[in-house]
């Protein structure tokens, strides 16, 4: 049974950790869903992950809606969280409330996500949340802000930027905003913010403290291998071995030992294959 944000107050208050992935199209889903994972993530790094981007910038509305309603499609049953990408909610409170109701109306999502804290991102929070959809906020390292972050690059590493998360992560609680995304920060900090919380905490390095952990499934399964980041610990290798299968594939396909006719070939009776070579005599 799909959780609902009831379900994630109740975790949050009980201890019971909250499991988050990442997840793009309905294959992936389907198995996370079939893990029992709690919540999945279609996030906009997408554009990396699954479009070959460099950053999250390029991706639009319309790459989110269809890789959200695929998601939806594989997990049925299971939590779905829109990442507003980039400019899509920054221009006015009309048009995130826009936005955010397609990843709703169209994707079937059952929350959205929106990084920043800044006070037009508590008035597109206020405005959303408003309109009756869940809202995510997300502080700390967010990608969408990493020209004025100076990078890609931990934050809260000292006590005054400690404390402007902490600042941050209360005012977007109080805006209405039903959990928060934390990225990329020490665990003290993680652990403070999680403590002066009336709404569950997520983490995505961000130490053991909040009340769920979030990856990106292609860095846990090894298969995005541009680069790893320091919180990511790998569960599986799939990567190398598609690389081993499809490399298998070519020398077999090269070699003229895929396909085997009596394994991998559809058969016809003998008195179809004798009409069909009589008629083709004559």
Request: net charge negative; aromatic share 8%; hydrophobic share 40%.
């Amino acid at each position: 049974m799909k959780k609902t944000i009831l379900d994630f107050n109740r975790m949050a208050e009980t201890g019971e950790k909250i499991v988050y992935l990442t997840a793009y199209d309905y294959l992936t889903a389907k198995y996370e869903e079939r893990a029992g994972i709690d919540m999945i993530l279609v996030g906009d790094s997408l554009g990396m992950v699954e479009l070959g981007y460099e950053t999250t910038f390029p991706v639009t509305m319309e790459d989110m809606i269809r890789h959200s309603a695929a998601v939806s499609r594989g997990a049925p049953n299971t939590f779905i969280v829109g990442d507003m990408p980039y400019m899509s909610y920054q221009v006015s409170d009309e048009q995130a409330v826009s936005n955010a109701g397609r990843f709703i109306k169209e994707a079937l999502a059952d929350c959205i996500k929106l990084e920043g804290a800044g006070p037009d991102i508590l008035s597109r929070i206020r405005a959303i949340s408003g309109a009756g959809i869940l809202t995510m906020g997300h502080i700390g390292l967010t990608p969408q802000f990493a020209g004025q972050l100076g990078g890609y690059k931990a934050q809260g590493r000292s006590a005054e930027a400690a404390l402007k998360l902490i600042d941050q992560a209360k005012k977007i609680e109080e805006a209405g905003a039903c959990m928060i995304l934390v990225e990329g920060v020490p665990a003290i900090v993680g652990r403070e913010i999680t403590k002066r919380a009336g709404i569950p905490i997520l983490g995505i390095g961000a130490g053991s403290y909040t009340h769920g952990q979030l990856l990106i499934y292609a860095d846990m399964v090894g298969m995005y291998d541009n680069f790893t980041p320091k919180f990511v610990k790998k569960y599986a290798h799939i990567g190398a071995e598609l690389e081993r299968a499809f490399t298998e594939y070519g020398q077999e396909v090269r070699a003229g030992k895929f396909p085997v006719d009596a394994e991998h070939a559809y058969k016809i009776s003998e008195t179809e294959a004798e009409a069909l070579m009589e008629a083709l005599r004559e």
